[in-house]
């Protein structure tokens, strides 16, 4: 398959360029720095560009078959993943092909019995204050998905902790967080790299958000 990934050489971005170019993709890597794309291994099936997300076109996105949107910016910019997920949506509509593929943040999931949002507990914590934009701007963005009928996507989030690391086994939800057995909750990029490509090679959701965490 085509795949091209938009912040290509953050945490998330750089494990799914190795894990889809494991799986043999043909992968074409974004991202706004080509210092840190010269960075990304050589690979012949890797082509990198300096690419402002936003100015995607249509028939640029047209080329591909699927478009991974692991777009990270400062929390004073967070509002820019709405509008990303807006541009990205506008440009597909009434389309089936590319399939899009987000990356969401934890605070949009839920927890304890009265299944509140995660985001909220964030919010409590006078430490989260110069973050706190960053999930409030991913719960928004999960929402406007939510009314997307007639473009072709999927969005995924992490466990609490979403951290570097190679994938591990893994367990998957829908919309509550999860914890493992030892009560942690976490996700690797190379666990969330995984299950994406998992996603995309043999489709379980559409239109939805599912949810990963390390076993």
């Known amino acids: 398959m085509k795949i091209a990934i938009i912040g290509a050489t953050g945490m998330a971005g750089s494990a799914l360029v190795a894990e889809a170019l494991k799986r043999g993709h043909s992968v074409t890597a974004l991202a706004r720095s080509a210092e840190k794309l010269a960075k990304l291994p050589a690979n012949p099936n890797l082509t990198t560009k300096v690419q402002d997300a936003f100015a995607l076109t249509s028939a640029e996105l047209a ?6 949107d692991a777009f990270a910016t400062a929390p004073s910019l967070a509002f820019q993943h709405v509008d990303l997920a807006a541009s990205l949506v506008a440009k597909l509509r009434e389309t089936t092909q590319p399939r899009l593929v987000f990356i969401l943040g934890a605070g949009s999931l839920q927890t304890g019995d009265d299944h509140h949002l995660v985001v909220e507990d964030i919010a409590k914590d006078p430490n989260a204050a110069a973050f706190l934009s960053i999930p409030q701007n991913q719960l928004k963005e999960l929402n406007f ?44 990029a190379g666990t969330m790299a995984v299950a994406i490509l998992d996603e995309i090679e043999h489709p379980q959701h559409h239109q939805a958000r599912f949810t990963v965490a390390d076993k």
């Open 63 to 68: 080329t591909t078959d699927v478009v991974i």
């Open 145 to 188: 998905l939510r009314d997307v009928d007639n473009v072709n996507w999927v969005g995924v989030s992490p466990a609490a902790n979403f951290h570097p690391g190679d994938a591990t086994p893994f367990l998957t939800g829908a919309d509550e967080l999860l914890v493992n057995a030892n009560q942690e909750s976490g996700t690797s």
